[in-house]
């Protein structure tokens, strides 16, 4: 966990992800401010699921999902995205979610990415794929640019995303 937490930091640094907060009118605020906070996140996350669904490479992955898993993954993913831009979140984390299949409440324990990824099936039979991760990106993207967010903002995000490549690709398809 606290690897985890040093590596982000260290990451962010190294991406630029930091100092795209630090100039301008923007200066006092973090990235995570920027991006309305953890209902900005997961309102850009929502967003992104119809993309996600549809999409011609990707959506396959998605589509064999409950309900009940897309509200996790969402709520997850918001949670890793609050951490790695500076908000009061860590990750990996526990949430606690309403299912929308029955309404009762439960506990969830977000995985590290590895966890969660590596050893999919997908449609050819060998998992997520580079492009895949470029295909989600884009969806993120476009969620982004629905949602009115700053074109440095939006990159700070995609080097987010971009830097866990090696951890969501399958290791079948390096
Ligand atoms: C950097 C890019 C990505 C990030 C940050 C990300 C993030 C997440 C998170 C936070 C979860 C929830 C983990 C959990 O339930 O413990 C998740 C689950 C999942 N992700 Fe991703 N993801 C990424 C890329 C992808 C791609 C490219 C695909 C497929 C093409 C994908 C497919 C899935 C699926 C199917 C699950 C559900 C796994 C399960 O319930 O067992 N993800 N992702």
Known sequence: MRRYVLGT??????TGFILSSCGGSSSAQTPFE????EQGIRKVVS?????????????????????????????????QLCAAAGGPCTYPTTITYTSPV??????YTCRP???????????????IANGDLDSFKACVQKSM???GVP????????NILESQRNDVVDDRNK
Do not use: W, Y
């Not at 990707?58 to 949670?79: H, M, N, P, W, Y």
């Not at 074109?151 to 995609?158: E, M, P, R, T, W």
């Open 151 to 158: 074109s440095d903002l939006q990159q700070a995000v995609l």
């Open 102 to 107: 029955d309404g009762v409440q439960r506990t």
């Open 113 to 127: 990415m590895r966890a969660s990824h590596q050893g999919m099936l997908g449609p050819g039979g060998k998992g």
């Open 145 to 147: 640019q629905q949602n």
């Open 47 to 79: 967003d992104a699921v119809p993309c996600l669904a549809t999409d011609p490479n990707i959506g396959v992955f998605f589509r064999g999902l409950s309900a009940d898993s897309l509200e996790r993954i969402q709520l997850c993913l918001t949670k």
């Open 9 to 14: 930091f260290a990451l962010l640094a190294s």
């Open 34 to 37: 920027r991006l309305g906070g």
